[in-house]
């Protein structure tokens, strides 16, 4: 939301691009300490998933310019708005306690996209689900991102918990991890091309630092179905803001 | 679901790993804001380039952790998933290449 808020009030897109890319860097890495303290990030589900967004990521940045700014951002709004559905309408938790586990097995499994992770003195196991489905889904994020140049993660965490079944507080704190490569890789590009500039750069990551670590100790206070319904506001928003601008 | 106790194999000093992880990335984290902090209130050309350092010591960190992450599945033999790590950083240099070529 950084970019449209910067172009909005008189930023050029090539400054914002890279103000906005920052902000998401810095938001993931504030973010890991208490996300590694939790173990709500499944590392394997997050590198797997990301292997498909970075490939479908390079083919959009290859095709960036041959389709018009105004047909992705309606696209995006459409994408957004199915997503802000589909997370809303859902009632209750899918992945329940398991009463017969203990806190040994807490964490993501060796050799699989599976887990477990506490939640209000339980612990709740989960296995990533519709893997190729999700996967397409992923590349198809990735290639969104390539093309308008986006962070994309207002798409990955609702395919990781609506279609590949994770549990919504590891969909966001493993999507937080991947967005955060995403955005890495591409600024590093930026700087290459002296597109970065420190003074601005700097104030933007302080300010995403800050916002990255209250966001995460809220996350930690609400239960999945209050966070899916807050995510599902927020792409609603986004999806009126693409609209908009497109 | 998860029914099968086989399939929960579990790196015993994984948690303390991804403690210690976290403990850096977090100090880390604080360096970068006091030096961007140093940097804005500089202003000047020394200024910049703190800044500069502490906006780049972040965009390292997650390229970083990819890196510890291969490593630290190697160490527990998880093959599928150091190739997968590989090739995600392949990718990421990759892009970094095509994008130096098409500058």
Same mark, same amino acid.
């Given at each position: 939301?950084?970019? !449209? ?6 930023? !050029? ?49 290859? +095709? ?60 709740? !196991?989960?296995?990533?689900?519709? +893997? ?34 994770? !549990? ?26 002296? /597109? ?16 990255? /670590?209250?966001?995460?100790? +809220? ?11 807050? +995510? ?15 | ?10 790196? @015993?000093?994984?948690? #303390?790993?991804? &403690? ?8 880390? @984290?604080?360096?970068?804001? @006091? ?5 804005? $209130? ?17 965009? &390292? ?8 992450? @291969? ?6 033999? #998880? ?21 130096? $070529?098409?500058?």
């Amino acid at each position: 939301m950084l970019v !449209p808020a910067l172009v909005v009030t008189g930023t !050029p897109a090539t400054t914002a691009a890279p103000l906005g890319l920052i902000s998401v860097v810095a938001g993931s890495v504030a973010a890991t300490p208490k996300q590694l303290t939790e173990r709500t990030v499944n590392h394997r589900i997050g590198v797997l998933t990301e292997v498909a967004a970075t490939s479908g990521a390079l083919a959009g940045a290859l +095709l960036a310019g041959s389709i018009s700014d105004s047909i992705i951002a309606r696209f995006l709004a459409v994408v957004a708005f199915i997503a802000a559905v589909a997370g809303g309408r859902r009632k209750g938790m899918r992945n329940k306690p398991d009463p017969t586990l203990d806190d040994s097995v807490v964490g993501e499994w060796i050799g699989t996209t599976a887990g477990a992770y506490k939640l209000n003195g339980g612990i709740v !196991p989960y296995r990533l689900q519709r +893997l190729w489905l999700g996967l397409s889904a992923m590349s198809l994020s990735g290639l969104i991102a390539g093309i308008a140049g986006i962070g994309g993660g207002f798409i990955k965490t609702p395919a990781t918990s609506e279609i590949m079944k994770v !549990p919504v507080k590891v969909a966001a704190s493993t999507t937080t991890f991947t967005i955060g490569i995403t955005s890495s890789a591409a600024l590093i590009v930026m700087a290459v091309r002296g /597109q970065i500039e420190p003074h601005n750069g700097a104030i933007v990551m302080i300010g995403a630092l800050i916002g990255g /670590q209250v966001g995460t100790r +809220l996350q930690g206070r609400f239960s999945p179905p209050v966070i899916r319904r807050v +995510l599902s506001v927020l792409l609603i928003v986004v999806s009126i803001i693409l609209m908009v601008r497109g | 679901m998860a029914d099968d106790a086989d399939e929960r194999r579990i790196d @015993v000093g994984q948690a #303390d790993r991804e &403690a210690v992880l976290g403990r850096i990335v977090g100090k880390v @984290v604080l360096v970068a804001a @006091v030096l961007g902090a140093v940097g804005i $209130l500089l202003g000047d050309g020394s200024g910049d380039a703190i800044a500069g350092i502490a906006v780049g010591a972040v965009i &390292a960190l997650p390229l970083l952790r990819v890196v510890w992450l @291969v490593a630290t599945w190697k160490r527990q033999r #998880d093959g599928r998933f150091v190739v997968l790590g590989v090739v995600l950083l392949t990718l990421v240099v990759v892009g970094f290449v095509l994008a130096l $070529l098409r500058r």
